[in-house]
Structure formats: structure tokens, C-alpha cells
């Protein structure tokens, strides 16, 4: 199995534009996490779906941060517009509910 | 609600040494106890597991052991490498809170030849 598999790798972008990452989870999980990671922050969890549906999205930083998963092999974060606190490492993670959840290699968000 | 609290670092280590890296939490319920690694650049790996009261995790040299009644999860190797410089997180999992992870902060090591 590939892995989680998530793009870009890297994002450069203006304050105000539309910022979209991807993620493809491992086939056959059930659970995918939206992590963001700061040295401020941490690891912080914005959003999980379970078996598409999105369970908890507290996390979510306000209503510029959308995510969705159409079907159980895609899931999208949607910052819109961006700010430069919202350059980041974005991480999805995938899981089977009795399992750790495994990590994608993340997408560094830069807004300048 | 749940909580994981690890040593701060960095912790530096001569290679060889005996390593610790401490981990306490904090959970309403059952949880799963995790711990994963970081190397420079990449994303979260995880390095080893353990579900219930007593149970081991163990992989590439490193274990702990799901302590209950000091509510520990305390990471061990005994001899590092160079290699094992990296951040390590210890995180927990709560099947009452679906299977979302609850991360501790982070302790870097570095080990030095």
C-alpha cells in the first residue's frame, strides 16, 4: 500500500487567495483526521470523518476552514481566504478503529 | 477531558546511551497508548502501540508498557543511535471520543555520536 498520500507537498500563496489540500487515506480505512502542526500550537486536530461523514470538527479554526470527504478514497481541507496564521504543516491521517492512525509526509502551507 | 503530558526536551544523548522519554495522561475511559516518531521533514510515524492495562509495545529496539495505575506510558531503548534523533509524541486514543488522538507536546532527542 502507498500510504496516506496528500498534495501538494508544498503551497505557496498570497493572503486572500483559496487554498486547497488534498488527501487520498489508505484503502479500507474507515476514519480520516485533519491534523495541523506549529511550533506554536503543536498538533492540533481540526477535523475527522468516520466512514465519510464528518464526526467532530471543533477543532476547525473558524468558517474560512471547510473540509469534506465526497467518497471514502478523497478528502479536501478549503481555507478560503487564507491568512499568513494559517501557514502550517497539514497533515491527514487515516485509521481502522482499533489501529494508531497513519500520517501522510503533510503539506507545508506558507501565506504570505 | 483527556490529556497527555510528556518531559520537555531536547533531551541530548551520547550514542549508546539508555534513553526515557516520560509520558503520563490523563482519560474518562479505556484509552489506547501510542507513541510516535517525527524525523526532520516528514510526517508522524507510528513507532509502537498498546491497547490494554499491562500490554508491551515494542519496535525497532524501543518499548513501553501501558502502566494503568500510574496512568503511564514511559518510552525505553537501550542504546541509542544517531539515527534515533528525531521528535517523538506520545498520544492517546479514547474509544469513548470515536478514535481520535490526543497528542502529548512533543520531546525532541538528540543523539550525538
Known amino acids: 500500500d502507498a500510504g496516506v498520500i496528500q498534495s501538494p507537498r508544498h503551497e505557496v500563496t498570497e493572503m486572500g487567495q483559496e487554498v486547497t489540500l488534498r488527501c487520498k487515506p489508505i484503502s479500507g480505512h474507515d476514519y480520516l483526521f485533519w491534523y495541523r502542526q506549529t511550533m506554536m500550537r503543536g498538533l492540533e486536530l481540526l477535523i475527522y470523518?468516520?466512514?465519510?461523514?464528518?464526526?467532530?470538527d471543533s477543532g476547525m479554526p473558524e468558517d474560512r476552514f471547510s473540509a469534506k470527504m465526497p467518497n471514502a478514497s478523497f478528502s479536501t481541507l478549503k481555507i478560503q481566504p487564507s491568512e499568513p496564521r494559517d501557514s502550517a504543516v497539514y497533515f491527514c491521517?487515516?485509521?481502522?478503529?482499533?489501529?494508531?492512525?497513519?500520517f501522510g509526509p503533510g503539506t507545508r502551507l506558507t501565506v504570505t | 477531558g483527556d490529556s497527555v503530558t510528556q518531559m520537555e526536551g531536547p533531551v541530548t544523548l551520547s550514542e549508546e546511551a539508555f534513553l526515557t522519554i516520560n509520558c503520563t495522561y490523563t482519560a474518562t475511559g479505556y484509552p489506547s497508548l501510542f507513541w510516535y516518531v517525527q524525523y526532520p521533514g516528514e510526517g508522524l510515524q507510528l513507532l509502537l502501540k498498546a491497547t490494554k492495562a499491562d500490554d508491551k509495545g515494542s519496535n525497532k529496539g524501543f518499548e513501553a508498557t501501558y502502566r494503568k495505575e500510574t496512568t503511564s506510558f514511559h518510552l525505553e531503548k537501550g542504546s541509542v543511535q544517531v539515527s534515533d534523533s528525531a521528535v517523538y509524541f506520545c498520544?492517546?486514543?479514547?474509544?469513548?471520543?470515536?478514535?481520535?488522538?490526543?497528542f502529548g507536546g512533543g520531546t525532541r532527542l538528540m543523539v550525538k555520536p
Open positions: 491521517a487515516s485509521s481502522l478503529l482499533a489501529g494508531g492512525p497513519y
Open positions: 470523518f468516520n466512514n465519510n461523514v464528518p464526526i467532530d
Open positions: 498520544a492517546l486514543s479514547d474509544r469513548n471520543a470515536g478514535n481520535m488522538l490526543t
